[in-house]
């Protein structure tokens, strides 16, 4: 997707040096400078902040995220722990967490695997392993059943065509396919769904998406919405709008995360911190364009203190 503005951009006159210290300084005597970690941390990319942490071992013999862990507390500890691991090794952290204890979150799972690219899939899997000592389809296979897992073992093989032709012939052929499927017969088969969500590149998606509305006289996500139910639904209805739009799809879920009574902050960290060097100036633009309000606003009457303050400084 061409139009993909990051936030958070690599700091120009990087100096490891004088962030090190300028970090030490701030945890040390009575009392943590938050707001010091705030001003490095939140302006400095991922390969900065590795860099970072590399440095503060080799001169301190101290683990930065040992030290931070024992100053900081809450959500703004668990969002300045976010943004010391490589984006890549703090998706697979969170694929764990989703899986782990009672119950599994899928929503996380969803969010992951359904918006991730073959190279991210591919590279998830593998950290997943160095990491957890685990395999990342094996606990998917045990963490969720029937359609959905078929679903997300087959997003985790990352075979999705990631070209940007469009093949109207396929287009119309895949949309009959998926009105046979769906709204022509009783109960959906999901494995023409699924197979054709999970491998068709979105631009092929999106004509086939025009191409099921012209031959049904119904979009795509009521269809959906009215021949499948809970996590499945989700999971095609995640697909879909990606297809069409992922930074109004990541957009759609910070707003959902601040709706009603509580707020969920891991997702409001996951993606702000995730998206923060991908497309999170363009996800900004699509949260005031769809809710009619800024992202900063939002998150501003939601958060408060120094998580607020961070969330804030990545969004710039």
């Not at 679903?151 to 895949?174: K, M, N, P, S």
């Not at 269809?223 to 989700?234: R, V």
């Amino acid at each position: 997707m061409g139009n993909c503005q990051p936030t958070i951009f690599p700091y120009e006159d990087f100096d490891v040096v004088a962030d090190i210290k300028a970090i030490r300084k701030a945890c040390k005597g009575l009392g943590t400078d938050e707001q010091a970690i705030i001003d490095i941390l939140a302006y400095r990319c991922a390969a900065q902040r590795m860099a970072i942490k590399q440095a503060y071992f080799e001169k301190y013999d101290d683990e930065l995220v040992e030290v931070l862990k024992s100053e900081l507390s809450g959500n703004f500890e668990k969002a300045i722990l976010a943004m010391l691991d490589p984006p890549h090794v703090y998706a697979a952290k969170e694929l764990r967490r989703a899986m782990k204890g009672a119950g599994t979150d899928e929503d996380v799972l969803v969010e992951i695997l359904c918006t991730a690219s073959n190279a991210e899939i591919a590279s998830y899997k593998e950290t997943y392993t160095q990491v957890h000592d685990r395999d990342l389809e094996s606990d998917i296979e045990g963490d969720t059943g029937g359609n959905v897992k078929r679903l997300l073992i087959a997003l985790l093989q990352g075979t999705r065509d990631e070209g940007y032709e469009v093949d109207e012939g396929l287009a119309e052929q895949d949309a009959l396919a998926l009105f046979e499927a769906g709204e022509a017969r009783f109960g959906t088969d999901e494995v023409t769904f699924s197979h054709i969500l999970a491998t068709r590149n979105y631009l092929q998606l999106q004509a086939t998406f025009k191409a099921y509305e012209a031959l049904s006289g119904t979009e795509i996500l009521d269809a959906i919405e009215s021949e499948t139910s809970g996590t499945l639904k989700d999971c095609y209805i995640t697909l879909v709008r990606c297809a069409k739009n992922p930074q109004l799809y990541f957009a759609r879920r910070l707003n959902a995360a601040m709706k009603g009574a509580g707020t969920d902050e891991d997702t409001l960290v996951r993606i702000i911190v995730c998206r923060s060097e991908i497309d999170l100036e363009t996800i900004k633009d699509m949260y005031l364009e769809k809710y009619d309000v800024s992202l900063k606003d939002a998150l501003s009457s939601e958060c408060s203190g120094d998580f607020k303050r961070l969330l804030l400084a990545v969004c710039h």
